[in-house]
């Protein structure tokens, strides 16, 4: 079956350290998504990806970077520059840059990262 | 700056009850409005609208837009305890290096006790 896969479900990280978040899709999906979830705050967009090789910031990309080498994977690296990283991070992705069609984005099951 | 607003925030009802949640934006290039829920980890897609007026459908949820007051609404009628979840509204702007980027709410927390 085709999806997404986000790895690791769980990420505890100490403070001062980089830790990458993989996301990879087989639906050959050309638009990749990241975003970060709070208590209260719902889905806030920090990259996107629309072709291979190019990303664009969201909202919140700062303290964060990403890298789109191949069409199925969009790994997210949360920096230590990051002030507060601990949230829920969810990975998506979209057919045709457009979201169209009534299934709209497809997620995967997120990464919740702790900073200990 | 792109904007969505949803209300209220949180809900707490009883099995059976009919609930509305709403949902407001203010983007530029307006594209489409899709309805999550959320339970424990990644949201399921309920509905996609584009056009005014036309209610969409599934079981006992229902979902309208107004583009011209730009907000929707998504009714849950005779809920049931597995309804509980966070209800998120997003939308889809279009054009440019935007195209495909959702914008989201803060989310609806709806509770529906036994």
């Known amino acids: 079956d085709g999806g997404i896969t986000q790895s690791p479900k769980y990420l505890f990280r100490k403070e001062g350290q980089n830790v990458t978040l993989s996301c990879e899709q087989n639906?050959?999906?050309?638009?990749m998504y990241w975003y970060r979830q709070d208590p209260g705050q719902g889905l806030r967009l920090i990259y996107y990806s629309q072709i291979v090789n190019d990303f664009q910031k969201g909202d919140i990309a700062e303290g964060y970077s990403v890298s789109r080498e191949k069409k199925e994977s969009f790994p997210l690296t949360v920096t230590s520059a990051q002030k507060n990283p601990t949230a829920f991070y969810l990975c998506?992705?979209?057919?045709?840059?457009?979201?169209?069609?009534?299934?709209?984005?497809?997620f995967g099951s997120g990464t919740r990262l702790t900073v200990v | 700056e792109d904007k969505v607003v949803q209300s209220p925030l949180s809900l707490v009802v009883h099995e059976g009850d009919t609930v509305t949640l709403n949902c407001s934006y203010e983007v530029t290039n307006f594209r489409s409005l899709l309805w999550y829920k959320q339970e424990k980890k990644a949201p399921t897609f309920l509905f996609m609208l584009t056009s005014s007026g036309i209610e969409k459908k599934s079981g006992r949820l229902s979902s309208i837009l107004d583009k011209k007051e730009l907000f929707s609404i998504l009714n849950i009628t005779a809920t049931q305890t597995g309804d509980s979840a966070v209800y998120l509204c997003?939308?889809?702007?279009?054009?440019?290096?935007?195209?495909?980027?959702?914008?989201f709410g803060q989310g609806t927390i709806l509770t529906v006790h036994p």
């Open positions: 639906l050959n999906h050309d638009a």
């Open positions: 998506a992705s979209s057919s045709d840059r457009r979201i169209d069609s009534n299934y709209g984005y497809t």
């Open positions: 997003a939308v889809g702007i279009a054009g440019g290096t935007s195209y495909g980027k959702l914008t």
